[in-house]
């Protein structure tokens, strides 16, 4: 169970990485056994809720799992579509901005803001803004003693 200070600590990242990318849902989640846990969640349409559990497999944040790295579609000068993605069928996403929340060079978790009506075109240095989030969180969990 994550501390009232830490989920606040979360929920403030959401809150700056929706103003600054200008979507609808933004979620920080922990991942252990390939089970992707919502530990915070602001949600415009109410579709998800913090303590929903989800195998990693069935979201788009596996492509974060996967490649180890940050993942944004649209991104400038990358010629994918999220339409392509296959999740996109069942969640038909219009943008999709994530990046790992790390410990001890393994993920922990994600930040990640997305839209099913938005579709901003994002830039490297929206890359860079969202990993500067995701540190902050991998700060809030050494401070909380949560790892």
């Known amino acids: 169970m994550h501390s009232e200070s830490f989920l606040k600590h979360c929920y403030k990242k959401l809150d700056k990485g929706l103003d600054k990318f200008n979507l609808d849902l933004g979620i ?13 969640v602001r949600d415009s349409s109410n579709t998800f809720t ?28 990358d010629e994918r ?15 999709y901005i994530s990046a790992p929340i790390l410990y001890d060079s393994k993920i922990w978790g994600t930040i990640n803001f997305s839209s099913l009506n938005s579709n901003p075109l994002f830039k490297y240095d929206d890359i860079q803004y969202l990993e500067r989030l995701a540190a902050d969180i991998t700060a809030a969990l050494f401070e909380e003693n949560l790892i």
């Not at 999220?82 to 069928?89: C, S």
């Open 28 to 40: 920080v989640s922990h991942i252990e056994n390939e089970i992707y846990h919502l530990v915070a």
């Open 50 to 77: 913090a303590g929903e559990y989800f195998s990693i497999g069935d979201t788009y944040c596996r492509e974060v799992w996967n490649k180890g790295a940050s993942v944004s579609i649209p991104m400038e000068n």
């Open 81 to 95: 579509k999220i339409q392509d993605h296959p999740l996109h069928p069942n969640l038909p996403l219009q943008a």
